[in-house]
C-alpha cells in the first residue's frame, strides 16, 4: 500500500505543476483554423475577398470517411470571417489522420452526395451575375499544423469571366448610340466535379440549355467615342465552353451559334439619316464571335470597335447569309487574369 500511495502521490506532484493555461495553449496548437483567399483575382481582389468572407462552405473528411462538420443533415459547415479571424463555430481538433478539406462559394452551390467524401455541383443553372469558387487541401493533418498555423484555403474560379466594352472608331463619319449588350445561344447549365489533387482543376460536364445574357444595359443610350467604355455593367461569369460558330466557313448562318446582339442607333453623319435600326429609335445588331474557347479562371475582354461597319441584321434565316448593317465590324479580344492567357487582336467578322 505505501509503494501504491508514493506513486499516486508523485503523479498529483507532477500534474499539479502543469498550470490549466499550459494545458489549454497546448490543446490550442491542435486547434483547427482555416484562412481563405481567391487566387489570381486581378482588379476583382477587393470585391471577391469581401464576398467570401460573407461565407464559404466547408467540408472536412477523414482517410475513413467521417465528415467532421456534419450535423445532422446538415453535410457542411460556414467558414466566416470577422475582422481578420475566420472561424466556424465550435472549435474542432485534429484527429490522428489525414483529412481532406473542400471549400465552396456562394454558400449552398454544392453539396455532397450521400455515400460520397468530395462535394459536387449538380445541374447548376448559371446566372450570370454570380462567381463560383472552390478549393481543395489533401491530406492535412496535425503534423502539418503543430504551431497552430492555419489550413490555407486558396479558393480558384470555377466559371469564366467575360467583359465587354465598345467604340466608334469613326467619329466623323457615324454617330453611335448604344443601350445594351446581350449574348445569344449561350450555354447555361452543368455540372461540376472537384479535382483529385490540389494542383489540378475541377471539370465542368454536361453542359446545355442555350440561353441568353444580358451583359449591360445603360439607363439611357450612350454615345460612344474612341475611347473603349463599358455599357452598364458589362461583365458576365459564364460556365466554360467552346462557342460555336454563328457564321460558319461559308458565311452561312448556324441558328444555334454564338453571337452578340449590341441594342444601339447608328446615324450616317454627312447625311443626318438613320442607318439603324429601320424604324423605331433602337434595334439589335448582331456580331460573330471568332472561334473560341472560354476556360475556367480567365477572363475575356471583348472590344467592340463601329466604325467602317456595324454588324449584321440580327434575324437572318438559318443556313443563310446574313446581311450587313454597313460592313464587317472590328473585333478583338484580351484574355486575362483571373489567370493570363492569350491576347486576340482585330478579328473582322465577316467571313
Not at 16 to 35: G, M, P, R, V, Y
Not at 77 to 94: H, I, P
Not at 265 to 274: G, R
Amino acid at each position: 500500500m505505501k509503494a501504491k500511495f508514493s506513486f499516486f502521490a508523485l503523479s498529483a506532484l507532477m500534474l499539479a505543476s502543469c498550470s490549466s493555461s499550459d494545458i489549454l495553449e497546448a490543446k490550442s496548437s491542435e486547434a483547427i483554423t482555416f484562412t481563405a483567399s481567391t487566387v489570381n483575382q486581378s482588379r476583382y481582389a477587393e470585391s471577391n475577398s469581401v464576398a467570401i468572407a460573407s461565407g464559404i462552405d466547408l467540408w472536412g473528411f477523414t482517410a475513413n470517411g467521417d465528415n467532421l462538420f456534419a450535423t445532422g443533415t446538415k453535410n457542411a459547415t460556414t467558414l466566416t470571417k470577422t475582422g481578420d479571424a475566420w472561424g466556424y463555430g465550435s472549435t474542432l481538433y485534429w484527429p490522428n489522420q489525414d483529412v481532406n478539406f473542400f471549400g465552396a462559394y456562394p454558400v449552398g452551390v454544392a453539396s455532397v452526395a450521400e455515400g460520397a467524401t468530395v462535394p459536387s455541383i449538380a445541374d447548376y443553372n448559371c446566372p450570370g451575375n454570380v462567381d463560383v469558387l472552390y478549393s481543395a487541401n489533401f491530406n492535412e493533418n496535425k503534423s502539418k499544423h503543430t504551431a497552430g498555423d492555419a489550413v490555407a484555403m486558396q479558393l480558384k474560379h470555377a466559371l469564366a469571366q467575360v467583359v465587354f466594352q465598345v467604340k466608334n472608331t469613326n467619329t466623323t463619319g457615324i454617330t453611335v448610340k448604344v443601350k445594351g449588350i446581350s449574348l445569344a445561344n449561350i450555354q447555361s447549365k452543368g455540372s461540376f466535379a472537384w479535382p483529385a489533387s490540389a494542383s489540378a482543376a475541377g471539370v465542368w460536364s454536361n453542359s446545355s440549355e442555350l440561353k441568353t445574357y444580358l451583359v449591360g444595359e445603360a439607363t439611357s443610350s450612350v454615345e460612344l467615342t474612341s475611347t473603349a467604355a463599358t455599357v452598364g455593367n458589362s461583365n458576365l461569369f459564364l460556365l466554360p465552353q467552346t462557342l460555336k460558330e454563328w457564321i460558319n466557313g461559308e458565311g452561312k448562318v448556324n441558328a444555334d451559334g454564338a453571337n452578340i446582339l449590341v441594342n444601339c442607333q447608328v446615324i450616317d453623319n454627312a447625311s443626318n439619316l438613320q442607318i439603324w435600326p429601320k424604324t423605331g429609335e433602337t434595334g439589335n445588331v448582331a456580331i460573330a464571335f471568332p472561334a473560341t474557347t472560354w476556360e475556367q479562371g480567365k477572363k475575356y475582354i471583348y472590344t467592340l470597335a463601329f466604325g467602317s461597319g456595324a454588324g449584321y441584321e440580327p434575324d437572318p434565316t438559318p443556313g443563310d447569309k446574313p446581311t450587313p448593317v454597313l460592313v464587317a465590324i472590328s473585333l478583338s479580344v484580351d484574355v486575362e487574369g483571373f489567370t493570363a492567357g492569350e491576347t486576340i487582336d482585330d478579328l473582322n467578322t465577316v467571313k
